[in-house]
């Protein structure tokens, strides 16, 4: 990876005003109750621009008239984060995984006084100071302020000359367009997915709860070296498929009924986005394959689509027209709008650092970037909901399917639970 984050910084310098500066905060976990906080998970900008994962760094990147200088700050180590927490990386560390130059890397009690060099007219390290202070502003909600917006706070207060601006239409931009190595990444949580997709089918017939195949998911994909899933499992049988974001999966597994999930490992820190659906019995009813091979068709026909100049317009419409004429065929709707009653989110999203990455929607496929497709046929009043979903790499000529060996015809799937528990 450490290719990547120096290609990934050069691509961003060329994308900043000349005389600017952007800071990245690495972030920490979060706290939970009482004294515990969850797991630490890195600020995926951060990440993507460091290879760096440890709490509480800071990324100064300066982009002057003439050069760029890039800067870590990283925590220092005391006896009781030792004992307690367990080392932060060290300086030389840090250095090998993101390609800064270790003379360039301090602790972060110095940010301050690096700060005020970089802004002091008289000595500014960049020659001028800058004007412009770019920040990570990626806001999922007004309730939850970006991280950087209270780090920063601190720093706006003594230097009213600067002009802040969001980092986020260029870093959303470079990264819809993934490198090799994060091509590694993804196909190795794709993998970890398989893995633990294959277990639950393996162990669906011998269960009796949602849970139970969440923990088999979960059980696998940590087997497999994955440090965990991207987002919490969906499992979802009858009509819990029927809502979208069901997640608390304490339900009794009915046994004709079919059971949908939609769950992804995560590999060092990138996402992978499976959506799958089983009959818990093993065999399909003729109903059920009916309306499973009808999602099935338009996943497939709906990847074929994929290549680059096309929008995701086109594939939106082009799966939920599929969608109408293929339940009109069977008489489950008569009008065009009543598909919105079976079918109610689009076809994908980009997938990448985020299991739902950033990115820019508004333009055309290009190669390199990676998204997933998913269409689906919810129906609560014979409590079957249907989600097939995989993971497309775009390339020059058309697409690969980075998920093409997770089974999903009917056949396949019933033959793999029939095979005897080993
Ligand atoms: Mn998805």
Known sequence: MLEHVVEARKKLYERMESESVALFFAGSAPHRTTDQYYKYAPQRNFYYLTNLHEPNMILMMLNGKEDTKTYLFVEENTDHI???EGARMEKQAASERSG???ANIRYLKEFDGMFHQVMNYARSVMGTPPKTLYLDLYHVDPKNPPIALEQADRILKNY????????NEHTSYLRMFKSDAEIKQIQAAINHTEKGLNNVMKKLKARSHEYQLEADFLHEITLSGSEGN????????SDNATVLHYIENRDVLKKDALILFDLGALHQNYASDISRTYPVSGKFTKRQKTLYNIVLEVNKATIEEIRPGVTWKHLNDFAKQMLIEKTKAIGLIKEDTEISELYYHSIGHFMGLDVHDVG???????????????????????GI????????????DGYKNLSQSIIKEVEDIEAFIALDEK
């Open 100 to 102: 800064i130059d270790i």
């Open 360 to 382: 820019h929607y508004n333009i055309p496929l290009e190669a390199g970037m990676v998204l997933t497709i998913e269409p689906g046929l919810y129906i609560k009043d014979e």
């Open 230 to 237: 991207a987002f919490e499992t969906i499992a979802a049988c």
């Open 160 to 167: 009213k000359e600067l002009t802040v601006k969001a980092i």
């Open 82 to 84: 030792i004992k307690w």
């Open 385 to 396: 909901g249907i989600r097939i979903e995989d993971d497309i790499l775009v390339t020059k």
